[in-house]
T-cell receptor, first 111, second 117 residues
Framework: LAKTTQPISMDSYEGQEVNITCSHNNIATNDYITWYQQFPSQGPRFIIQGYKTKVTNEVASLFIPADRKSSTLSLPRVSLSDTAVYYCLLHSGAGSYQLTFGKGTKLSVIP | GAVVSQHPSRVICKSGTSVKIECRSL??????MFWYRQFPKQSLMLMAT?????????EQGVEKDKFLINHASLTLSTLTVTSAHPEDSSFYIC?????????????FGEGSRLTVL
């Protein structure tokens, strides 16, 4: 599976927009980009998934440039409860849904 | 959305004993479930892929005789840590995909924290 690279940590004040960028230079043609959120002592929770361009749901937006070698998770107006680790992962849209987790980005939201 | 539930959420055992962790898909059938292990301040590491009705597939470095996986039904997979030792203390998490869903989203259980004394 292609490797992803994210910043180890980020800090943000409440109410700000947070953008977390993930690099995946070796992404395969059939790979989807998926983001998960994990709070301490809990299992990860799906946030958003995309293949190209932009995807938006009720909690986040995902921006993917044309070359798909990177992606940016955008969290609008973060609150203290958004403090968590965010993982960027790739998975093939067909066959195995096995996910390989990288180190993730520890987001700390400051009051 | 689909729910995956684990039990127990916390377990403490003595060294040398065996511990069973259950993972259930509550509102969908899962032919495949995944077991992860997470040490403090580290990422999730895939241990094995549990296949309903057949043997599990273990990742390199994971001892299949120590981490017994049984996936006897489409809604239940179990992980048994045999002859547990303090170094097996970790957070164990299972996940499954709803085959009826259009996305590749994996649903994760709440996790089970094992402490071996």
């Amino acid at each position: 599976l292609a490797k992803t690279t994210q910043p180890i940590s980020m800090d943000s004040y409440e109410g700000q927009e947070v953008n977390i960028t993930c690099s995946h230079n070796n992404i395969a043609t059939n790979d989807y980009i998926t983001w998960y959120q994990q709070f301490p002592s809990q299992g990860p929770r799906f946030i958003i998934q995309g293949y190209k361009t932009k995807v938006t749901n009720e909690v986040a937006s995902l921006f993917i440039p044309a070359d798909r070698k990177s992606s940016t998770l955008s969290l609008p107006r973060v609150s203290l409860s958004d403090t968590a680790v965010y993982y960027c992962l790739l998975h093939s849209g067909a066959g195995s849904y096995q996910l390989t987790f990288g180190k993730g980005t520890k987001l700390s939201v400051i009051p | 959305g689909a729910v995956v539930s684990q039990h127990p959420s916390r377990v403490i055992c003595k060294s040398g004993t065996s511990v069973k962790i259950e993972c259930r898909s509550l509102d969908f059938q899962a032919t495949t479930m995944f077991w992860y292990r997470q040490f403090p301040k580290q990422s999730l590491m895939l241990m094995a892929t549990s296949n309903e009705g057949s043997k599990a597939t273990y990742e390199q470095g994971v001892e299949k005789d120590k981490f017994l996986i049984n996936h006897a039904s489409l809604t239940l997979s179990t992980l048994t840590v045999t002859s547990a030792h303090p170094e097996d203390s970790s957070f164990y998490i299972c996940s499954a995909r709803d085959p009826q869903a259009n996305t590749g989203e994996l649903f994760f259980g709440e996790g089970s924290r094992l402490t071996v004394l």
